[in-house]
């Protein structure tokens, strides 16, 4: 029966369910007691939604504390072995896939090189479907316990109603790639574990809001740099995380020509996949053979050798020139959204990062206007280069405190604003702060 907000009873006591998983999640270990204000909810309505939780495997008993005169009180905590969930990256160099349980430990994890093929799209779903495969039969795991294995990629993720999510990705080749459909076609995956798929940048965000350098800013913009440059929004009215194709953004008329195709995109200057091409136009001499992780780490090491050895002069002005572009890029997300931090991820970007953060930092603040220039903090993310998978991961996991602890399967189109709910949920500056990963 509904009432009068057309919630029904089973929509309150998931509700309830739900707002004792989050906080027993994110603060836990808690007590009862401890619930009650933490929740909102009446004692006795705690003591029914934690039976019933207990019951369910999801919660269990975690050490006990002392109370004021009384009988020592029991903490609770979400039982990491109640769930798992798979994160996937579809990064530019490799496809990662790891396997967590429900405290985001990690279980397994598998990755295959991309090479000739690139982005072909069967090679990159055959990567994934034996990713899965290989990672559960690692841990020994059932694929009916999966809540769902979430999956980041490059581009644009359209949700259509027949098809599933559908990718759009112009600077691999992908346009308009049914991802979702191709993926559960050549799956031994049941029918009931979803697959949730979102842009990579997003998941990134998604994680360092969560769980790293992001945790209690409610304004924040995430940038992931690889062989490309994408980043995702945080705001108090764009509380769920927006990708932004900032990589596009033009930063040179008549530049040099991106991998989308149009001339002076700050992807053409910041890219990795830039960065040693244009190493190389210059006289440079990257490693042959070499993938482009180990060919920018030759770079950095060119550019900045041990004390004594001279330096490559290409190698440093190619760098030198790219934090400047970096700041001026990193001016532009200061200006149009007035950010309390701007994080700085992805393999790339913790490579470079590490070596000329303070030159991106002063750069940035010389092109952005003064005000608020002086109220953003520019970091590195927290995370390292597994961010992007543990991000994945959590969509499955929002979606499963979304619910309740449940793991009935949604319509697809209904899928997407429970766990986009629970995101906003978690991000808002009125929630308590996040745990960390452990």
């Known amino acids: 029966m509904a009432g009068r907000n057309g919630r029904t009873v089973r929509d309150l006591r998931r509700g309830n369910r739900t707002a004792v998983l989050q906080r ?16 909102g909810l009446s004692s006795g309505s705690v003591s029914n939604v934690v039976a019933d939780l207990v019951a369910d495997g999801l919660v269990e008993e975690a050490g006990s504390v002392d109370s004021d005169g ?11 072995g109640s769930g798992h969930m798979i994160g996937v990256d579809v990064g530019e160099t490799r496809v990662r896939v790891e396997l967590f349980d429900l405290a985001l430990t990690e279980l397994a994890r598998t990755q295959r090189p991309l090479e000739s093929q690139g982005y ?16 559960l039969a690692a841990a020994g795991l059932a694929p009916e316990l999966l809540l769902g294995v979430g999956i980041g990629v490059p581009g644009i993720v359209e949700r259509t109603p027949d098809r599933g999510a559908v990718v759009h990705g112009q ?10 459909a191709l993926l559960r076609a050549g799956t031994q995956l049941p029918d009931g574990v979803p697959y949730f798929i979102d842009n990579g940048a997003k998941t990134l965000g998604q994680a360092e809001m969560w769980f790293g350098a992001g945790r209690g800013a409610g304004n924040a913009v995430v940038v992931l740099f690889g062989s490309g440059v994408g980043a995702c929004l945080v705001t108090p009215e764009v509380e769920r995380g927006r990708a932004v194709e900032w990589g596009h953004l033009t930063v ?18 910041a890219g990795a996949e830039s960065l040693l091409a244009r190493w190389s136009e210059g006289g440079g001499n990257p490693p042959r053979d070499a993938d482009e992780e180990t060919a920018l780490t030759a770079m950095l090491a060119a ?6 050895a001279a330096a490559d002069p290409v190698a440093l002005a190619v760098l030198e020139e790219t934090a400047e572009y970096l700041g001026a890029g990193l001016s532009d997300l200061i200006n149009l959204f007035q950010p309390e931090r701007i994080l700085i991820g992805g393999w790339a970007g913790l490579q470079l990062g590490a070596r000329f953060l303070p030159a991106v930092r002063r750069h940035a603040t ?21 961010a992007v998978t543990v991000g994945a991961a959590i969509l499955p996991l929002a979606d499963f405190f979304a619910r309740g602890g449940h793991r009935a399967e949604p319509a697809p189109e209904a899928r997407l ?10 991000r808002s500056p009125s929630a308590p702060g996040a745990g960390a990963v452990q």
């Open 24 to 39: 027993l999640y994110f603060d836990g270990p808690l007590s009862r007691f401890e619930l009650g204000p933490a929740t």
């Open 303 to 308: 550019a900045y050798p041990p004390e004594g």
């Open 70 to 80: 009384g009988r020592p009180r029991t903490l609770l905590r979400v039982a990491p």
């Open 171 to 180: 600077t691999i080749g992908w346009d308009a790639v049914p991802l979702e």
């Open 366 to 386: 010389a092109y952005a206007l003064r005000h608020p220039a002086r109220k953003v903090r520019i970091d590195l993310g927290r995370l390292g280069p597994d």
């Open 417 to 426: 604003p429970a766990w986009q709910a629970a995101l906003e949920e978690r």
């Open 252 to 269: 040179r008329v008549r530049g040099r020509r991106c991998r989308c195709g149009a001339l002076g995109c700050l992807e053409a200057y």
């Open 120 to 135: 072909d799209v069967g090679v990159i779903t055959g990567h994934v479907r034996d990713g899965i495969a290989e990672v």
